[in-house]
């Protein structure tokens, strides 16, 4: 089946430390997103991928990092300078020509211990 | 203004009901509509992409776009308890890597 893995379902964080959300798709797609979702919000983009070795910040990078070293996988790194990372996360695809539609996957929900 | 306004809802019906549900835009430029439905603690689900204005039909699905007034719409109709979920409206001014705007969603519960 193709699609896109998140994991884990549930994440938990302590003060000061760094976590890392792993997102793996098997679509051959060349686009990769992270957005945050928080209650009564839309969806707001981190970091964007179009190609291998290459990333832009989104709308909301700060506190954020992120690697994209194979076109399969685009993990995103909670840092300790991200302030209020409660929030579901999803990582989404999307195929060349067809940026418009982004295919999800089932999320990590972040919580703060 | 929020680029795309979109009604929170909860948004109750009855079983079999036609539900409408819809979003308006401040941005001219906006060319592809999307509409996504997200299960509680799921991540969305594509239901429907239309470029321009027009009507599109797939199943139970209906997407109107009215570029003129700036304005989407989702029809379901006969809809159905397992419908209950959140709708996302999205949309982008495409041509090449274009960032896609989302809705906050609106809230569906069909009730049997």
């Known amino acids: 089946d193709g699609g896109i893995t998140q994991s884990p379902k549930y994440l938990f964080r302590k003060e000061g430390q760094n976590v890392t959300l792993s997102c793996e798709q098997n679509?051959?797609?060349?686009?990769m997103y992270w957005y945050r979702q928080d209650p009564g919000q839309g969806l707001r983009l981190i970091y964007y991928?179009?190609?291998?070795?290459?990333?832009q910040k989104g709308d909301i990078a700060e506190g954020y990092s992120v690697s994209r070293e194979k076109k399969e996988s685009f993990p995103l790194t909670v840092t300790s300078a991200q302030k209020n990372p409660t929030a579901f996360y999803l990582c989404?695809?999307?195929?060349?020509?067809?940026?418009?539609?982004?295919?999800f996957g089932p999320g990590t929900r972040l919580l703060v211990l | 203004q929020k680029e795309v306004e979109q009604d929170p809802g909860p948004l109750s019906v009855p079983e079999g009901a036609i539900v409408s549900l819809n979003c308006t835009y401040s941005?001219?430029?906006?060319?592809?509509f999307m509409w996504y439905r997200q299960y509680s603690r799921k991540g969305p689900e594509l239901l429907m992409y239309?470029?321009?204005?027009g009507n599109k039909e797939d199943g139970r699905f209906t997407a109107q776009v009215d570029k003129s007034s700036k304005y989407i719409s989702l029809f379901i109709r006969d809809s159905q308890p397992s419908d209950s979920a959140t709708y996302l409206c999205?949309?982008?001014?495409?041509?090449?890597?274009?960032?896609?705007?989302f809705g906050t969603g609106t809230k569906l519960q069909v009730i049997p």
């Open positions: 989404a695809s999307s195929a060349p020509g067809q940026r418009e539609t982004q295919y």
């Open positions: 679509l051959n797609h060349d686009a």
């Open positions: 991928s179009q190609i291998v070795n290459d990333f």
């Open positions: 941005n001219s430029a906006f060319q592809y």
């Open positions: 239309t470029y321009s204005s």
């Open positions: 999205a949309m982008s001014a495409g041509g090449g890597y274009q960032k896609v705007t």
